[in-house]
Every structure is written in structure tokens, then in C-alpha cells.
């Protein structure tokens, strides 16, 4: 009994070995084993038949030419090898990094490797059988002429021997099939998609995002533009064909994806003035009509999932609004669907094809010994979906402010703590708004609850244009946070997204595959502070002259305390520049605009109540 432990700690010390090889290591090995034995067994082959057949040649030169036969025999093997070699070298192909261990990735590998091992070996015995023949036949031939038929005939049959290795190195490695194959291309319509437990969580919600455009008057005649962007749209979504697909449930009562060409909800509209004169005035309420949404009705499967809305002011200017379910999409993809939209639309092709394949699975020699998740992101999700309620029906604003690089950096030099490093633009942000909205709610001694949400697509390793939901929340610990001190908050906050590593990530992905809860949660017990930092917004250009000149993003419904989204700016306010989009209550929001501590650092007021009532 004492030493089953012990065995079975050996056995997956070995299992761990083999999986944490990288499979491009293998199909390298098999390669190489394949030209480089096959031309040993060739040589050895020609060594061995060579010496015999001038050895023998002296005594009877007649024998020279007719016994070269076995020579070519032995260099046959040779070219089997670099033949295989080839192949197998074209089964090669490049794959996202977060896919190399995957597996389909590692059997790729191992066939690659087990194909160039058949081959070469089969030709190094291969080789060195008529070798051993061939000098044999060579040695006959000079004492009697009449048995060099008969010897050759064996040889014939001992050279097949490779040509059996070749057969089955070249089906064997019909197996290789990498995922790249598979994913980097569009999902096939027909196909059915599984959507990951990430995004089941996220069913409720709705993300929705509006660019808008400068645009002359005289550039265009009034529709060409939406008909432009109509058709370019089209072009694009034969990449996108689970975009175009419909909701259907399956065995297990989760949604699925079956890609179809259903299309996307697109929807024209008008509006007066020019686009600076809408910017100038607009709110949330104003905002939001520039998103077409529909909510699921009873019939899934007729009910889009993205809407796309162009508005034409008529003064100059576009506004391009997306809508989409957060099932399916987080901020992100929405995102990079827009980006594709736009690249379509400029240069009739896109820049960053999208990935569509599932979440990665734990790598298996990746699993620390008596490894122990990290409780605390479970214990967030699980008291969600326990408790998950729109408790509250207040009416909602949104406050977007700019920060440029030199306030942020400002900012996170006032909210660095001794000994510590400084804060990213996110945690300093985050920290402020912090501190700031538990002023505005009314309390004096300590924070309100918050949770933070972060794109986890670099800690679980996966490539840029992975499609599918990667936003993952985690509460921030307020209980010891007694006063409003900056640095305080926005130490919480890095400590948090330092935790959200590639370990903890994957163990609430385990525990979420096997949670048996068929009702997702509604992400709204605490205040929501968002990182979108993995988004460049300002860089999408549809025409090459024109870049959105104000972006804005929600995540709908909003109950609850509130939300806080930070992303980019544009590229003139510097690196560190940032943008922070704040929904509260109307009252709240007044009173966090005239905040003292948020007017020290003078961000530029883009959109609120501030702006209106100036």
C-alpha cells in the first residue's frame, strides 16, 4: 500500500514530461529522424554492396555495370527518406500560442514524430538488408553469371521493406490536423458552436457601443455611406458565421450557436444637425438611440444577436452603433467585429482574422501537485448566482471623462504606495473612482463594495483575435479599507488583477463546467469597475482621413450601485491616456462631476450632467 503513492507519482512525473514538449519539438524530431536515418541506412547500404562490388570487379570487371543496380537500390532508400521529409514538413503550420498544447495540437505533433520514426527506421533495416544482398549478389555474379537474376529478384523484395515504412508514414501522418486548420478559418455554416461557461454567466446582458465619425456634406450623396458600410458588412460576415447565427438550446439546456446565414439586424437613420452639435448636448438617454437592441423573445432562433445602427446627421458626421449579446460577446470582440467591419470597408480585407474555437483547456503537465483553487474567485461567482437581483430601479446617467496621459500619471504618482510598485492607469483610475463614488453614496469610513472586471485573454494565453467571452469579475476587499485613501484603494485593486492569473482563471473555468445552476447571474451587486485596456477603439477607421472622434461603451441593463468603464483615449492625449465612462444614479452622478478630488486632476468632461447644465 506504502508504495502505490509512489508509482503513481512516477507515472504522471512521465505523463507531465511528455505533454509539456511543445508538439512543434516532436514533429521537428520525426522530421529529422526521417531524411537523417533514412540516408544512414543508404549509406550503410552502398558501403556495405560498394566494397563488395570492387573487390569483386577486379576479378571479373564483367560484373561492374549490371551490379550498379544494387548501388541505385541502396540510394532509393535515401530519396524515400527525403520524400517523407517533404510531407511531413508541409503538415507543419503556425498556431496561436494559447493552442500549441491542445489536443490536437500534441497529436499532430506525435504523428508528425511517429510518422519520421516508421520511416526512418524502416530505411535504415531497409538499407542495410540490400546492402548485405547486393554485395551478396555482387560476389555470385563473379563466380557464376547465371544466379545474378535470382539474387536480384531477393534484393527486389528486400527493398519493398522501405517502401511498406513509406506507405504507412505518409497515412500516419494524414492525422496531423493542428488547430490553426480548424479555427483560423470561418466555422462552417451548419455548424454548431458551444458557447463557453464564461459567456452563459454573462446571458442577461447586453453590450452595446457607439463610434461616431466626422464626415463632409459634400463627400457623399445622402445613403451612399450606409449603403457603402451595408455592403462592405456583407463582405465581412462570411468570416463571421457565428455572428450570423441563431440561439438554440441544447441537450443540457445551454445555448448554443447554429451558424447559418441568418444575417444581422441592420438598421438606417437620420438625424438633424451635424455631429459636433449631437456631442455637444447628447446623455445616456440620447446615446442609447443611436443602438438598436431587441430583446430575446419567445422564439430564439429568429432573434438576432448583433444589430448594427448607421445614423447620418445631416449636418455631417455618422454614428455607427452596435449592439450584441454579451452570451456571445464581450466588449473585446464587439470590438474586433467593428475593426473587421472597418477594415473591410477601407482596404476590402481584414487585417485580424477571427479565432473562433473554445477556451483552452488546463495544459495536463501544467497541474501543480496538491494544487489548491483559488477559492476566491469561485466564492465571488457562486454568491452571485445565489444572489442575483435588480434591487433597485433608479434612473440612470452616464459621465464620460478624459484623462491625459499626464494626469494619469499624475494620479498614479498621488496613489503609489511606499515600497510598492506603481499602479497601472487601470488601478489608479479604478482607485479614484472608488474613493469618489463611496463619497457621493454617503459614506464616510470606508469603501463601497466593488468588483473589479478584466480580459483575461493574456493570462489564459490566447491569441488577439480569440472570439468569445474572456471578461471575468472578481471582488475587491473593502473590509479593511477603513478611510479614503487612494493608495489604499488602488493597492486593493492591483493586488486583485495580480490574483486573476492563468491558475485562477482556469479554476473557476473547472468549477464552472461542473456547476449544475441553469440560472446565469446578474452582475450587479456591486459597483462594476471594467478594464477594457485590451481595446483600441480610436484606431478604427473606416475611411482613411476620418477616426471616431468620441467612442462610447455600456454594458446593459445597469442596476445596482453603478458602473465605471476605462479604456484608451485617443492617441493624442499620450500612452497613459484614458477614458472613463461612470453610470449612476442622476443624483450621484451630479455630485461625482463636482467631486473636488476628481476636479484636481481637470479631466475634460465628454459627456453628463456637468456638460448639460453648464
Known amino acids: 500500500m506504502s508504495g502505490s503513492p509512489i508509482i503513481a507519482r512516477e ?20 522530421i529529422a529522424v526521417a531524411i537523417g536515418v533514412s540516408v544512414l541506412g543508404a549509406a550503410w547500404g552502398i558501403y556495405i554492396t560498394g566494397s563488395s562490388l570492387i573487390g569483386a570487379a ?26 517523407v521529409a517533404i510531407i511531413l514538413q508541409t503538415k507543419l503550420e503556425s498556431v496561436p500560442k494559447s493552442q500549441i498544447y491542445e489536443p490536437e495540437s500534441l497529436r499532430a505533433g506525435y504523428a508528425i514524430f511517429a510518422s519520421g520514426i516508421i520511416v526512418g527506421f ?20 563473379a563466380q557464376n553469371s547465371t544466379l545474378f537474376v535470382k539474387i536480384l529478384v531477393i534484393e527486389i523484395f528486400g527493398s519493398a521493406l522501405g517502401l511498406f515504412g513509406v506507405i504507412v508514414g505518409i497515412i500516419m501522418s494524414a492525422q496531423a490536423s493542428w488547430p490553426a486548420k480548424a479555427y483560423g478559418k470561418p466555422v462552417e455554416s451548419g455548424k454548431r458552436y458551444h458557447l463557453s461557461v464564461l459567456g452563459h454567466q454573462m446571458e442577461k446582458n447586453q453590450v452595446r457601443m457607439v463610434y461616431y465619425y466626422r464626415w463632409g456634406r459634400g463627400e457623399e450623396e445622402a445613403g451612399e455611406i450606409t449603403k457603402r458600410l451595408r455592403e462592405s ?12 447565427g441563431r440561439l438554440i438550446k441544447n441537450d443540457e439546456g445551454r445555448w448554443m450557436i447554429k451558424c447559418n446565414d441568418a444575417g444581422v439586424r441592420m438598421v438606417e437613420a437620420r438625424a438633424k444637425g451635424s455631429v459636433e452639435d449631437w456631442l455637444h448636448s447628447v446623455d445616456r438617454e440620447k446615446e442609447l438611440k443611436l443602438v438598436h437592441w431587441e430583446d430575446m423573445h419567445s422564439k430564439p432562433y429568429f432573434w438576432s444577436t448583433f444589430y448594427a445602427q448607421i445614423t447620418e446627421f445631416e449636418g455631417g458626421g455618422l454614428a455607427i452603433g452596435l449592439s450584441c449579446t454579451h452570451l456571445l460577446a464581450d466588449p473585446t470582440c464587439a470590438t474586433m ?30 497541474k501543480i501537485f496538491n494544487h489548491k483553487p483559488y477559492t476566491a474567485l469561485i466564492d465571488h461567482y457562486k454568491f452571485l448566482i445565489q444572489n442575483s437581483t435588480a434591487f433597485t430601479h433608479a434612473k440612470h446617467t452616464t459621465v464620460a471623462l478624459a484623462f491625459s496621459h499626464h494626469m494619469v500619471m499624475g494620479l498614479a504618482q498621488t496613489t503609489s504606495a511606499p515600497n510598492k510598485p506603481s499602479p497601472s492607469p487601470f488601478e489608479a483610475l479604478a482607485g479614484l473612482f472608488w474613493v469618489c463614488i463611496s463619497k457621493v453614496k454617503g459614506l464616510r469610513n470606508g469603501l463601497v463594495s466593488m468588483s473589479i472586471c478584466v480580459d483575461t485573454r493574456k493570462a489564459l494565453g490566447l491569441d488577439r483575435g480569440f472570439f468569445g467571452n474572456c471578461m471575468v469579475y472578481n471582488k475587491v476587499n473593502s473590509e479593511d479599507l477603513k478611510e479614503h485613501e487612494l493608495s489604499q484603494a488602488a493597492n486593493a485593486v492591483g493586488e486583485v488583477v495580480a ?26 451587486n456591486d459597483l462594476i469597475c471594467a478594464s477594457l485596456e485590451a481595446v483600441d477603439p480610436y484606431s478604427i477607421k473606416f475611411v482613411e482621413e476620418f477616426e471616431p472622434i468620441r467612442v462610447s461603451y455600456y454594458v446593459e441593463p445597469v442596476f445596482g450601485i453603478g458602473q465605471v468603464f476605462i479604456f484608451p483615449a485617443p492617441a493624442g492625449d499620450g500612452p497613459f491616456g484614458r477614458v472613463v465612462m461612470v453610470t449612476l444614479p442622476e443624483e450621484e452622478a451630479v455630485k461625482l462631476c ?7 486632476f481637470s479631466p475634460t468632461i465628454l459627456m453628463g450632467v456637468k456638460k448639460n447644465y453648464a
Open 499 to 524: 490574483k486573476m492569473d492563468s491558475e485562477g482563471v482556469m479554476d473557476l473555468i473547472d468549477w464552472l463546467d461542473h456547476d449544475d445552476s441553469q440560472s446565469p447571474p446578474l452582475m450587479n
Open 233 to 244: 458588412m456583407s463582405e465581412m460576415l462570411t468570416h463571421f458565421p457565428i455572428v450570423t
Open 11 to 30: 507515472a504522471s512525473s512521465w505523463a507531465r514530461a511528455l505533454v509539456q514538449i511543445s508538439p512543434y519539438t516532436f514533429s521537428a524530431i520525426g
Open 122 to 141: 524502416a530505411n535504415l533495416v531497409c538499407g542495410l538488408c540490400v546492402g548485405i544482398i547486393g554485395s551478396s549478389c555482387a560476389l555470385s555474379d
Open 594 to 600: 463636482e467631486d473636488e478630488l476628481i476636479l484636481q
Open 58 to 83: 577486379i576479378k571479373a570487371p564483367r560484373i561492374t555495370s549490371k551490379n550498379l543496380i544494387s548501388v541505385i537500390f541502396c540510394e532509393a532508400v535515401a530519396i524515400y527518406g527525403v520524400i
Open 337 to 366: 467585429f467593428f475593426k473587421a467591419w472597418a477594415d473591410t470597408t477601407l482596404a476590402h480585407k481584414m487585417r485580424a482574422p477571427p479565432h473562433f474555437h473554445p477556451l483552452p483547456p488546463r495544459r495536463p503537465g501544467n
